[in-house]
């Protein structure tokens, strides 16, 4: 559920006209509800109702300043995977105890930043990196709380370029190798062992690979406790999916989610962390957009959009599906029409659908792209000297601008000369 709505012929976020918003900060630009990241966050949390636990919202999916302060304010956790994450989580208000910091290639200085910042968790995920981060503790002097992220082996059922728990994948240590892993890192005077991670991918639409990830992370927890080791927190990774048609995909709700984790882990009376990112901001954020042109082709029609590959990349990357509406509601029984939708970049991967079925639009009219919240403004780039793209948020009548559209000279100026030219 999404907080994005028809009202009186227009579409809404909250209580403001999408129109309006367009109208002060023109087009195209991501719009994001507060309603929508809060109902969310409270889902998970709530699943989570008799466990110790802690949502960490994994900020890769939409870390602006503005959508962390909210989610910091409902009691969320971050899950980073940068310096920068670590230091825009920090700058959010966010306190070290509450911040994970995930990730396949952190380096000495990223760990140097967390040490000395304050950290929950360092999920480590190979044995060199574990040396490097012993190291770096006790050049500090401190001791650094870790889980090791194990690769259970699990097939996620998602998109290939976002699958992560497979043998195949660089994610993790392999979880037949763990119990030695766990051994070695005992003796590491720089580390202490808490708990256990696991993250098998991403837009799962199925419990199961979930289930079979979290049971063999329920009977690793046993044989680690056996061998010695306090085993009192289990990260369990992000991915559930959301629906991104309107009509026939009805992922896993939190709540069944929430349930499954009670049900495979709720026994060992650890402390569960999760880390969602899509859930959270994915059907919380839309992308406006106008319509340039209306051209037609020899055999189709193009709609050719001021948002482009550069400003959403998820459909050239992964052919991901985004829902496309227009702003202003077409009247019932409208007749639908196809549109290949695309944007100005010059190559032909600038294509956001192909055939698609949409209500007739003109020239200059809005139309809004659907769950753009996650892994949208964060993967946009400048291809074609393209501003990045205003972000704004909603909170019930208000709305502001969270991230302003740079001008064409502050894109210019962040270019330097060298002497010799
Ligand atoms: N934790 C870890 C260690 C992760 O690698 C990820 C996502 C998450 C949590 C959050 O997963 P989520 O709940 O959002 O599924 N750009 C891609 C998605 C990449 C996901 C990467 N890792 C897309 O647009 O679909």
Redesign the pocket.
């Known amino acids: 559920m999404d907080h994005f709505l028809y009202r009186d012929g227009a579409l809404y976020a909250e209580d403001v006209a999408i129109a309006d918003i367009a109208a002060e900060v023109g087009t195209p630009f991501y719009v994001y509800s507060t309603a929508t990241l809060t109902r969310h966050f409270r889902l998970f949390d709530e699943a989570l109702d008799g466990m110790p636990h802690l949502v960490c919202y994994?900020m890769?999916?939409a870390s602006n300043q503005a959508i962390l302060k909210t989610l910091a304010g409902l009691g969320a956790g971050m899950?980073v995977v940068s310096g920068g994450e670590y230091a825009r989580a920090i700058a959010a208000g966010v306190p070290g105890e509450r911040i994970v910091f995930?990730g396949v290639g952190k380096t000495r200085d990223e760990m140097r930043q967390a040490l000395i910042g304050g950290i929950r968790q360092f999920n480590v995920e190979s044995e060199p990196e574990m040396a490097a981060l012993n190291a770096v503790a006790l050049e500090l002097g401190t001791v650094a709380p870790i889980t090791v992220r194990v690769n259970p082996d699990v097939d996620a059922k998602t998109h290939a370029k976002?699958a992560?728990g497979k043998s195949e994948n660089k994610f993790g240590i392999p979880i037949a190798r763990a119990r030695d892993v766990y051994a070695h890192a005992a003796t590491l005077k720089g580390l202490k062992v808490i708990g256990i991670d696991v993250?098998i991918g991403?837009?799962l639409t199925e419990l199961e690979p979930f289930r079979l990830a979290y049971e063999k992370v329920g009977e690793l927890t046993e044989a680690l406790r056996a061998d010695g080791h306090e085993i009192t927190r289990l990260d369990l990774?992000?991915?559930?999916g959301i629906p991104y048609t309107r009509s026939n995909e009805a992922p896993p709700l939190p709540t069944e989610y929430g349930a499954l984790i009670k049900e495979t882990l709720g026994h060992l009376g650890c402390e569960i962390e999760i880390?969602?990112?899509?859930?959270v901001a994915g059907n919380a954020g839309l992308m406006v957009t106008k319509v340039i042109y209306v051209k037609s082709g020899e055999d189709r029609q193009f709609l050719i959009l001021d948002g482009a590959m550069n400003d959403l990349i998820?459909p050239a990357m992964?052919e991901?599906h985004h829902d496309i509406v227009p702003v202003i509601e077409p009247a019932p029984g409208t007749e639908q029409t196809p549109y290949d939708i695309v944007g100005p970049v010059c190559e032909s991967g600038d294509t956001f659908a192909k055939g698609r079925l949409m209500p007739p639009v003109s020239e200059g009219d809005l139309v809004a792209f659907r769950s753009a919240g996650?892994?949208g403004a964060v993967?946009s780039s400048e291809y074609n000297t393209r501003p990045l793209i205003p972000e704004v948020l909603v909170h019930e009548h208000q709305f502001a601008v969270i991230r302003p559209r740079p001008t064409f000279d502050e894109m210019i100026n962040r270019d330097t000369i060298p002497e010799w030219l």
Do not use: F, N
Request: charge should be positive; hydrophobic fraction near 30%.
């Open positions: 994994a890769k999916a899950d995930s976002i992560t993250h991403s837009q990774g992000g991915g559930l880390e969602p990112g899509r859930l998820r992964y991901a996650a892994y993967m």
